[in-house]
């Protein structure tokens, strides 16, 4: 499985960005896909996840402002990012994992970089 994230950049706090993961992969019917993000020097953080049933989970802090969707014909993952603050500045990674993610994520409450096997190169988002 290949991600490749875009979209990413510089924007005002207050503004909006939508990220994308163009993926490779078109053959595995159950799926958890997610977006992470981390700053220097801190762990990755897990940010929204979506599976191939539709389920979603969110962090806290970024529930009501950030939207995850994923468009199956594409194969492509987005992340909706509204309200930006300056504490959403980070690099924004897509990821790929199988079914078990998601009940896993739900279970423990948390969005475990473990949980995913496949991962893209990283966009940056700054938010000032």
């Known amino acids: 499985v290949q991600l490749v994230e875009s979209g990413g950049g510089s924007v005002q706090a207050g503004g909006s960005l939508r990220l994308s993961c163009a993926g490779s992969e078109r053959t595995y019917m159950k799926w958890c896909m997610g977006w992470f993000r981390q700053v220097p020097g801190k762990e990755r953080e897990g940010v929204a996840s979506i599976n191939s049933y539709g389920m979603t989970t969110y962090a806290d802090s970024v529930k009501g402002r950030f939207t995850i969707s994923k468009d199956k014909a594409k194969v492509t993952l987005y992340l909706q990012m509204n309200i930006l603050e300056a504490d959403d500045t980070a690099m924004y990674y897509c990821?790929?994992?199988?079914?078990?993610?998601?009940?896993?994520?739900?279970?423990?409450?948390?969005?475990?970089?473990?949980?995913?096997?496949?991962w893209g190169q990283g966009t940056q988002v700054t938010v000032s």
């Open positions: 990821a790929w994992g199988p079914s078990s993610a998601m009940p896993a994520i739900q279970a423990r409450g948390i969005m475990s970089p473990a949980y995913f096997a496949f």
